[in-house]
């Protein structure tokens, strides 16, 4: 059975081929290299890049027609495939040894000729991990010469996981907007519908044809369509009353958790709906777009998490710390339960939407 087939572009002088081909295949290319690479399967989304997609498949060596089996991160740029990083395991282990290879490298602490000479201890799995590759690289190395390699490879692995969840939460505030879009389109044509029959009912009234025991059903109708309109507006104000301004909103106290309040543990059972989710917040993580207060267990074993945008901050803080106020507090949270990576979640956009017990 044929096997589809593209062409990727190899850069000598970025990741892929510094950092990715030495170790994980064992050779490198002095210049850039058009290789083709048969597909064993359909393209997936990069979920890190939106402009980059992952294949598995076999690399064929231009020069020595050798076949590398793996998996393939190809970026369209230009029109051309260009081949970005490749690894044996499609896991989230080798992510992170590729970031740290690359922080590495730029550091001066290691090189292509090292990754090299790691090669066959990789093949042999005995070098998997990003602590495996500090560990072998702080072989004959100095005190501080470790602990500058350690300190690279402990940033490198925040910074891949700042990215990671910088992306997911970029991904959540565009559903986000496409929902409330489609909640507009809605609505337009829901209105467009009442004119349209407006427009038939006057027509008629001018043939002389309107009869009010004729058109009991069709003002029924009408009814019935400008209830749903309205439902409609008015979940959308209700929604824009939590997104407005409070002013001078203070934390609000419970003397206990509600009774129809669910656990952190169970919330990824109500995704989809709107409820009241209570716990301890027992770790409060900033980034770039935000914090995240994680209930009952830190990440990544956490299995629900407050999320909180940084356009969002000034008003759900009212001034007070996060830290201060939640850290290590009883907390129950208000709102609609969404899910992504397989843990549950609620957006706050309103300090009245949180309050400690």
Not at 42 to 60: C, K, N, T, W
Not at 117 to 146: G, I, T
Not at 177 to 192: P, R, Y
Not at 221 to 229: F, R, T
Request: aromatic fraction near 8%; charge should be neutral; hydrophobic fraction near 35%.
């Amino acid at each position: 059975m044929s096997r589809s087939q593209i062409s990727v572009l190899v850069k000598h002088q970025e990741h892929c081929n510094i950092d990715s081909f030495p170790l994980r295949f064992g050779f490198t290319f002095d210049e850039d290299m058009e290789c083709t690479l048969l597909l064993e399967s359909q393209a997936r989304q990069d979920h890190r890049y939106e402009d980059r997609s992952v294949y598995d498949g076999v690399l064929i060596h231009p020069e020595t027609d050798e076949r590398f089996y793996g998996t393939f991160v190809v970026a369209d740029n230009n029109s051309s495939n260009v081949l970005i990083t490749a690894w044996r395991n499609d896991i989230d282990t080798e992510y992170y040894l590729s970031a740290v290879m690359k922080m590495l490298r730029k550091s001066g602490a290691l090189t292509t000729q090292e990754l090299l000479n790691f090669h066959p201890r990789y093949q042999d799995k005995q070098l998997n991990s990003h602590a495996d590759l500090v560990l072998a690289l702080s072989e004959n190395k100095s005190s501080r010469e470790v602990s500058r390699i350690q300190q690279n490879a402990s940033k490198a692995v925040m910074d891949a996981q700042s990215r990671i969840h910088e992306l997911e939460l970029r991904n959540q505030k565009l559903e986000m907007e496409v929902t409330n879009l489609q909640q507009k389109n809605e609505i337009k044509d829901l209105l467009h519908e009442v004119r349209l029959t407006q427009v038939t009912v006057n027509n008629a009234s001018n043939h002389g044809a309107s009869k009010p025991k004729e058109y009991g059903g069709f003002w029924k109708g009408i009814s019935a369509v400008l209830i749903v309109v309205c439902a409609v507006i008015g979940g959308m104000l209700a929604y824009q009353s939590l997104t407005n301004d409070a002013p001078n909103a203070s934390v609000t106290r419970l003397k206990s958790s509600p009774e129809s309040a669910i656990t952190a543990n169970n919330a990824l059972r109500f995704v989809d709906t709107n409820a009241t989710v209570c716990g301890k917040v027992v770790q409060i993580t900033d980034f770039a777009k935000g914090s995240y207060l994680n209930f009952d267990h830190t990440f990544p074993q956490t299995q629900f998490s407050v999320v909180i945008w940084k356009s969002d901050f000034n008003h759900v803080a009212q001034g007070r710390s996060l830290y201060t106020t939640y850290s290590n507090q009883n907390v129950c949270v208000t709102g609609g339960i969404t899910s992504y990576k397989g843990r549950a979640q609620v957006i706050v956009k309103n300090p009245q939407q949180l309050a400690t017990y």
